[in-house]
């Protein structure tokens, strides 16, 4: 089955980094925008940053100045580097494809992996 794969997670304290990889199972990442999403116990899943097939960025507020969105379509590989945490980023991170203007709707998304959990501690 078609899906994408994140790792890079794991546990940090406030104000420390992670950066967080996707990888495409058995196909090219590069002909998609790839979202980054999260969810926290008990929350809606939201949409973090998007990167487009043209490498253009966005950003939702909550994380703008911490997070950066990059790809690398030589390493067909997509990551998000997390700067600044803190203990409210704690939750699940997922990538997944879409549509960059449809960022704050996660349920347009395809080929979701399993996430990576990031757990920041105080």
């Known amino acids: 089955q078609k899906q994408f794969v994140e790792s890079g997670g794991g546990l940090v304290q406030s104000g420390g980094s992670l950066k967080l990889s996707c990888a495409a199972s058995?196909?090219?990442?590069?002909?998609?925008?790839v979202g980054w999403f999260r969810q926290a116990p008990g929350q809606e899943r939201e949409g973090l940053a998007c990167i487009a097939t043209n490498s253009n960025t966005n950003y939702v507020d909550s994380v703008k100045g911490r997070f950066t969105i990059s790809r690398d379509n030589a390493k067909n590989a997509v990551y998000l580097q997390l700067d600044s945490l803190k203990p409210e980023d704690t939750a699940v991170y997922y990538c997944?494809?879409?549509?960059?203007?449809?960022?704050?709707?996660?349920?347009?998304?395809?080929?979701w992996g399993q996430g990576t959990q990031v757990t920041v501690s105080s």
């Open positions: 058995g196909f090219s990442l590069d002909v998609y925008a």
């Open positions: 997944a494809a879409t549509t960059c203007s449809y960022l704050h709707l996660p349920r347009v998304a395809d080929y």
